[in-house]
């Protein structure tokens, strides 16, 4: 690791499969790094005392290695659990990944470094999205390209619902309120809601396909995004089920869509141009903040994302990076094995049949 007056770079020793900033307040600082074989849990905490308006990042970032825990998994995607906490007694991490041979395993890791994995269910294809209840740690949600999203309790390891859909699932994300509130995004365009204590359909919005990619906002619960295509789609589902905006976006497709967890207003869409590219809206004012590009390694793109993303206009940058965009780049990662080449051969074949 090293540290300069504007850039922080990580070192690993293997390619890095997925990385997610734990989004959760007993836990916001952890940084789950997923390589090859190994998690690398790190701690990257800003100093109270001074911001980065006052001082070098070196400054202002400490970084810390909790602990490194083997799992030797092709792993598709990564979501932590609200469950973890190292702000106080008992000290627990807990989060859980979808694998190349599309099993759910939950993961749970006392302070003295003890790893516990159980597997809690699987489906029939890849697995492109995982996502735990904020307000109910035991439930997690899981969507695949078998045309189904399927509901766990995860402290039972069993299945407790299960939603059938018309194309593979891309998203899916909780009300970040309430647990039996639950969004489904299709690849052909559907973004679906749903009470899973009912097992009803609320409400149901459409994109014209392929959909890249669907987030709730966590900090405004009647917003919602969606890339497709070349645009990015905009909702206040209290009011219609119509676009209330939409925009145009410099790529040549949108990938993935975050909202700024504290923040509205912002959103972060990654996307190909020439390679990758990662940039950051202002929502009001439809202004772009920053953009940059990166290149397949995945270790390069966080490099340049943590070096250049971290300072923004009217926004908190104590909180932005360790916040913003958790998983945006899941799809960027090296291939390592044959079985999940095929299926992103599979899924580009299919989405280049839209267009």
């Not at 159980?118 to 045309?147: K, Q, R, W």
């Not at 094995?337 to 992103?344: C, D, M, V």
Request: charge should be neutral; proline fraction near 4%; glycine fraction near 6%.
């Amino acid at each position: 690791m090293s540290v300069s007056s504007n850039k922080l770079e990580l070192e690993f020793p293997e390619e890095i499969q997925a990385l997610e900033f734990c989004p959760f307040v007993q836990g916001k600082d952890i940084l789950n790094v997923c390589g090859q074989k190994k998690f690398y849990l790190q701690q990257l905490k800003f100093s109270k005392e001074k911001t980065l308006g006052q001082g070098d990042l070196k400054d202002v970032l400490q970084v810390k290695d909790l602990m490194v825990v083997f799992h030797g998994r092709d792993v598709s995607h990564l979501t932590w659990s609200p469950n973890t906490n190292i702000s106080h007694t008992p000290r627990c991490i807990e989060f859980a990944i979808a694998t190349g041979d599309y099993k759910v395993i939950l993961y749970q890791i006392d302070m003295a470094d003890n790893p516990k994995f159980t597997e809690i269910g699987h489906h029939t294809g890849m697995i492109n999205e995982t996502a735990f209840s904020p307000s109910d740690a035991c439930l997690m949600a899981s969507v695949s390209d078998d045309y189904t999203c399927k509901i766990w309790d995860v402290s039972k390891a069993q299945e407790i619902s299960q939603i059938q859909l018309r194309s593979p699932g891309i998203s899916v994300n909780f009300h970040s309120d309430s647990p039996t509130q639950l969004m489904v995004a299709e690849e052909h365009g559907k973004i679906g809601f749903y009470d899973i204590r009912s097992h009803t359909a609320v409400t149901s919005l459409e994109v014209p396909g392929p959909l890249g990619s669907a987030h709730w906002a966590p900090s405004e619960h009647n917003l919602v995004a969606a890339t497709a295509g070349h645009e990015v789609f905009f909702w206040n589902i209290a009011k219609s089920s119509v676009p209330m905006d939409s925009r145009m976006l410099l790529m040549q497709q949108a990938q993935t869509i975050r909202w700024e967890r504290s923040n509205s207003n912002l959103y972060g869409v990654v996307g190909r141009m020439k390679g990758g590219v990662f940039s950051i809206y202002h929502r009001a004012h439809q202004k772009m903040i920053r953009e940059l590009s990166f290149y397949q390694n995945r270790r390069d793109s966080f490099k340049r994302i943590y070096e250049d993303s971290y300072k923004h206009e009217g926004t908190n940058p104590k909180r932005t990076q360790l916040a913003l965009f958790s998983s945006t780049l899941r799809n960027k990662q090296p291939i390592q094995s044959l079985s999940l080449l095929s299926k992103r051969i599979e899924r580009f074949l299919r989405v280049t049949a839209y267009q």
